[in-house]
């Protein structure tokens, strides 16, 4: 081969990609194993670098052994990998996210060589009834094969069918060596967009998954599954004197259903922990007794002091129906997985249990495990999605309603002054809430007042290297109820750029230093925005004496239709103070997902919010030439 056949600029291509899967019990631990070979063809010093090193990514609960992997030259010369090569690290994606590989440099690798590798990856999850295999890498395949050998039918009466996704494999067929195949043709090299949606519902994969029926009627089967898990929930939702007397000492004070609700929620914070929650050791957690045939019960969920996150909702349900509110347990999808459809109907996909509590005519969601989030806000994954509510007669599916950009917000003030030398200081004031108050407090959390001020400052010095960062005070980092407020002052020598009768100012100060929010000229992906929110600065800023900006117009207002706004406005108040106003709303409406064919006018939208933000401002000295 002299060229790649699926993509005439990639550099390297596999040949083909084969998994061997084999479902195994040993004792009573069950495991899947997949054995992993790739045969990769490299055309160009751009595929030497990507071939050179392989990362092989794998989540918890999984193992990856017996790397092996070889280069074989174009003259026929072989290179052995050494085993001691191969090492585990931590690689950051888009958006932050961490994931955990297994890396190691193949040698010998050059245009026109083959690069061979094989592994072994073995699944310890004690449920095989779902497994997800993926059909695309960070490379063009030509054919990627699974080869399946389901559980004996000894272990189970159930059968695996293969359930695929964002791609059309061949069907299922039956080996000589027992195993059953199926295979994907031609598939493109992944690649992350930033602000795309989950992964899941842009990259090929399959679902493997045991069952007994085939089709099922969506009405049918999700009114079973509703009336199921109320029935198996409902024990967990009785409470006994002591709890109910406990409940209205809560509760005593509250005026609404709604405060009721707030209470609740808040003893609950204050009196149970979640198992990974800051703070809890190994020990506490032995300590809690885990019932093998039952779900916990609200009181012993409470007297422990720990729960999972369902365990503690139900807890939440079970008071909340002692305070007299209706209340029902409601499963949810994730929007960082599959965006849910009623039509994909297995229960696989909905794995949180929220509780709905009936305010006035309307069934309301709420999630005890948003520690960060302040009580009736969900966190932004379950935010527009529909949820299962459980009913002993009747479930059906209810809105989740996404949170209004007031929800939240990001207010900054700053108090400045602009000496001669380009030196600029004074004080800042951040509040925020909603979602940016939870991303924020999950920084922050568990950490002293020391080290929370260090992360404050660390911020602040990745943009002004040069920044002195004094009087730091960060308030309700553990108090969700309430606006997360960050207070500083800084100082920043050469924040101006100064010549002999003219100081060139970029005035935003909150607004330095970021990077535009989209670059690529095209897209392939939808995009779609976490949650809505807005932000409003202030910036009172005093000039040095003698000094005046230049002419300024004031930019018109930025409408973006249903989604929100971006307004920016400069004016003076006095001889030597300059004052701007800045408000972006985005999201609106519940507006946070576009398709691909409005890219081109979404980033040119934030491409102008961008170049505003960052406009630079002459100040002229008076009297003199320049």
């Not at 914070?269 to 609200?298: L, N, Q, Y």
């Not at 300059?578 to 398709?595: C, M, W, Y």
């Not at 691909?596 to 002229?620: C, H, M, N």
Request: hydrophobic letters at 35%; one cysteine or more; aromatic letters at 10%.
């Amino acid at each position: 081969m002299r060229a790649p056949v699926i993509d005439k600029d990639a550099g390297v291509e596999a040949l083909f990609w084969r998994v061997y899967v084999e479902d195994q019990f040993n004792g009573q631990d069950a495991k899947r194993v997949l054995k992993h070979y790739v045969r990769l063809k490299v055309f160009d010093e751009k595929g030497k670098e990507k071939a050179a090193t392989i990362d092989i990514e794998f989540p918890a609960k999984t193992s990856i052994f017996d790397v092996t992997a070889r280069t074989v030259k174009a003259d026929g010369t072989i290179v052995d990998m050494k085993r001691d090569a191969v090492y585990q690290r931590d690689l950051v994606r888009a958006g932050g996210r961490k994931i955990q590989v297994k890396s190691f440099a193949v040698p010998g690798v050059e245009p026109g060589a083959i690069v061979e590798y094989r592994y072994t990856e073995a699944r310890d999850n004690p449920n095989l009834f779902y497994s997800r295999v993926q059909l695309q890498r960070e490379y063009p395949v030509q054919k990627v094969t699974y080869y399946v050998k389901p559980l004996a039918k000894e272990y189970t009466s159930y059968r695996m069918a293969v359930w695929p996704f964002n791609c059309k494999p061949s069907p299922m067929k039956l080996e000589n060596n027992g195993y059953n195949s199926f295979s994907l043709e031609n598939v493109p090299a992944f690649q992350e967009e930033p602000l795309m949606l989950a992964e899941a519902n842009v990259r090929p994969w399959a679902l493997l998954f045991y069952r007994q029926d085939d089709k099922r009627d969506p009405d049918k089967y999700w009114g079973e599954v509703g009336r199921k898990y109320y029935d198996r929930l409902k024990q967990s939702l009785k409470v006994d004197s002591e709890l109910k007397q406990t409940v209205g000492e809560v509760i005593s004070g509250s005026k609404s259903d709604e405060e009721k609700v707030s209470a609740l929620i808040r003893y609950i914070w204050k009196h149970t922990r979640g198992f990974s929650d800051p703070g809890v050791t190994d020990a506490d957690r032995a300590r809690v007794k885990m019932p093998k045939d039952r779900v916990r019960t609200a009181s012993e969920v409470l007297k422990s002091g720990l729960g999972t996150p369902d365990e503690r909702n139900l807890l939440f349900a079970a008071l909340a129906a002692a305070a007299g509110l209706e209340t029902r347990p409601a499963l949810l999808p994730s929007r960082q997985d599959m965006l849910f459809d009623p039509r994909m109907t297995d229960e696989y996909f909905l794995d949180s249990v929220d509780m709905a509590v009936k305010i006035g005519d309307a069934w309301k969601l709420y999630d005890v495990s948003a520690r960060n989030l302040p009580p009736g806000m969900l966190s932004w994954p379950e935010e527009g999605v529909p949820a299962l509510l459980t009913d002993p007669k009747k479930p059906s599916f209810i809105p989740s309603e996404p949170a209004l950009p007031e929800a939240s917000q990001i207010r900054r003030t700053a108090k400045l002054s602009l000496s001669e030398d380009g030196t600029l200081e004074g004080d800042i004031d951040e509040t925020t809430t909603g979602h940016p108050a939870g991303d924020r407090r999950r920084e922050l959390e568990g950490e002293s007042g020391e080290r929370q001020q260090e992360i404050v400052k660390a911020k602040i010095v990745a943009v002004f290297a040069q920044a002195e960062v004094t009087g730091i005070s960060v308030k309700n980092v553990d108090d969700p109820t309430e606006p997360l407020v960050v207070h500083y002052h800084v100082k920043i020598p050469g924040y101006a750029a100064r010549t002999a009768k003219r100081i060139l100012l970029q005035p935003l100060y909150f607004q330095r230093g970021t990077a535009p929010r989209f670059t690529a000229a095209t897209r392939r992906y939808l995009i779609s925005f976490p949650y809505a929110w807005k932000e409003s600065d202030a910036i009172s800023l005093t000039l040095p004496a003698g000094f005046a900006p230049d002419q300024m117009e004031n930019p018109a207002r930025m409408n973006f239709g249903q989604p929100g706004f971006y307004s920016l406005a400069f004016s003076k108040a006095g001889d030597h103070e300059l004052t701007i106003t800045r408000e972006l709303v985005f999201g609106d409406h519940g507006v946070v997902n576009f398709p691909q064919d409005v890219y081109p006018q979404l980033k040119r939208a934030f491409d102008e919010i961008y170049g505003r933000d960052t406009r630079a401002v002459s100040l002229t000295q008076s009297g003199g030439a320049q």
